[in-house]
Structures are given as C-alpha cells and as structure tokens.
C-alpha cells in the first residue's frame, strides 16, 4: 500500500515518461504536480527506499519494473473512472478528472477489470488519452498535433494534451470535441496562429498553443 502523495508521484513519472523521450528532473516533476522542489527531491528519496524508481543526476529518474507496474495501474484506473463518470453519470468532460484523481486511490484487487468490463473495454478515455490494458499493454497514443499539420489537411481530433477545465471549456464553445472533424485553412505568418473550419461551418483563428494541445489522426 502507498500513500496518495506516492501514488500520484508514479502516475507523474509515468506521464512524464511518454510524454518525452527528455529526462525526467526534480524540476520536471515539481512542475508538474505544482509542488516545491525541496519536497520532491525528497518523495524522490523516499521512493528509491521502496525501489520503486532510480534516480540519477545525469540520467533523471526512472520507473523500476515494479513502480511501473503500480503506475499503469493507477493511470487505468483513473482513466477509466473518468469514462464511467462521463457515460454512466453524465459528467461533462471539463469535470471528470478532479473526480477521477480520488477514485483512481481505490485499490480494490478487482474493482478495475470489474469497471473495465462494465464499460465495454474501452481503449481511450473521454479526453482521447490510451486505457492501460489488465495485462499492462497500453493501445497507441495520438502524436501529431494540429500545429504539425499542412496547410488544407482536413482531420478528426482524436486527444487533447491539456485536460484543464478552463481549456476544455473553450473546446465546449468552439463546439470541438474528440471526433469532430477539423480543417487547417492557413498558418499566420505574424503569430504562428492557425485558421480552422470546424465540421465544415464558418471559419475560426486559433492560436498556435491550442494546436498544439490537439491531436489528431
């Protein structure tokens, strides 16, 4: 058993860790759960005790088997809460993850291939992210962004990389979520910004930081 501190630690590593192929620093991971770098370096420490990461200077910090293991768990379960709170209870996508950040602590030996099941096995959850599978495998992740895309592709949002509420709410306005369909009209020249059609309707400039937290296929 860890605690939630731990817990949510190996889910940041582990994100972290398919986010780039950069190593993962103190820094890094502070940024990323907005906490001071004095305690980081010390969960850091603690987690090494528990062999459930390596950490190197020049190498950065590294899941040991084991703590990758308890990491794919815990990211299965919080990704498929997030698909039950939003096709079983009705939860909108801008509400779902706080949610899922407490269920996703319930470690019932059982409860996760249980809600899997419940749900069909979905491969994605609700914000286009890839479902852990009971055995470990994880389905592909979506890479390309709408920034990367030429000029005249037309595509279908398959993921977005910034799950905040604020961003999903501008989504919900634009009338964008995962499957709608999207075509790149002009990139502009002066701010990288981006004009889109979105499922065929009136044309919308978008700047180039919400392209790059679209992704496509």
């Given at each position: 058993?860890?605690?939630?501190?731990?817990?949510?630690?190996?889910?940041?590593?582990?994100?972290?860790?398919?986010?780039?192929?950069?190593?993962?620093t103190p820094?890094?991971?502070?940024?990323?759960?907005?906490?001071?770098?004095?305690?980081?370096?010390?969960?850091?420490r603690?987690?090494?005790?528990k062999?459930?990461?390596?950490?190197?200077?020049?190498?950065?910090v590294?899941?040991t088997?084991?703590?990758?293991?308890?990491?794919?768990l815990?990211?299965?379960r919080h990704r498929?809460?997030?698909?039950?709170?939003?096709?079983?209870l009705?939860y909108?996508w801008?509400?779902?993850?706080?949610?899922?950040?407490?269920?996703e602590?319930?470690?019932?030996?059982?409860?996760?291939?249980?809600?899997?099941?419940?749900?069909?096995?979905?491969?994605y959850?609700?914000?286009?992210?890839p479902?852990p599978?009971?055995?470990?495998?994880?389905?592909?992740?979506?890479?390309?962004?709408?920034?990367?895309?030429?000029?005249?592709?037309?595509?279908?949002?398959?993921?977005?990389k910034?799950?905040?509420?604020s961003?999903?709410?501008?989504?919900?306005?634009?009338?964008?979520?995962?499957?709608t369909?999207?075509?790149?009209?002009?990139?502009?020249?002066?701010d990288?910004?981006?004009?889109?059609?979105?499922?065929?309707?009136?044309?919308?400039?978008?700047?180039?930081?919400?392209?790059?937290?679209?992704?496509v296929?």
């Amino acid at each position: 058993m860890y605690t939630l501190s731990e817990e949510n630690y190996l889910k940041s590593i582990y994100r972290l860790s398919q986010q780039s192929n950069f190593k993962i620093t103190p820094t890094a991971i502070a940024e990323s759960l907005k906490n001071n770098p004095a305690s980081v370096v010390d969960m850091i420490r603690k987690l090494t005790d528990k062999q459930l990461i390596e950490y190197d200077k020049k190498k950065g910090v590294k899941l040991t088997p084991v703590g990758l293991k308890d990491a794919v768990l815990i990211v299965r379960r919080h990704r498929l809460w997030e698909v039950f709170l939003l096709e079983k209870l009705g939860y909108h996508w801008d509400e779902i993850h706080d949610i899922a950040e407490e269920l996703e602590h319930i470690s019932d030996a059982t409860l996760a291939d249980r809600l899997d099941k419940f749900l069909g096995f979905p491969e994605y959850d609700p914000h286009g992210d890839p479902i852990p599978k009971a055995n470990g495998k994880v389905p592909k992740p979506y890479s390309v962004t709408l920034a990367d895309l030429k000029i005249g592709t037309n595509c279908r949002v398959a993921a977005v990389k910034d799950t905040s509420s604020s961003f999903l709410q501008y989504l919900q306005k634009l009338d964008i979520g995962i499957g709608t369909n999207i075509k790149l009209l002009e990139k502009i020249t002066y701010d990288n910004s981006l004009v889109i059609s979105i499922n065929d309707k009136e044309n919308t400039t978008v700047s180039q930081k919400f392209g790059e937290n679209i992704l496509v296929d």
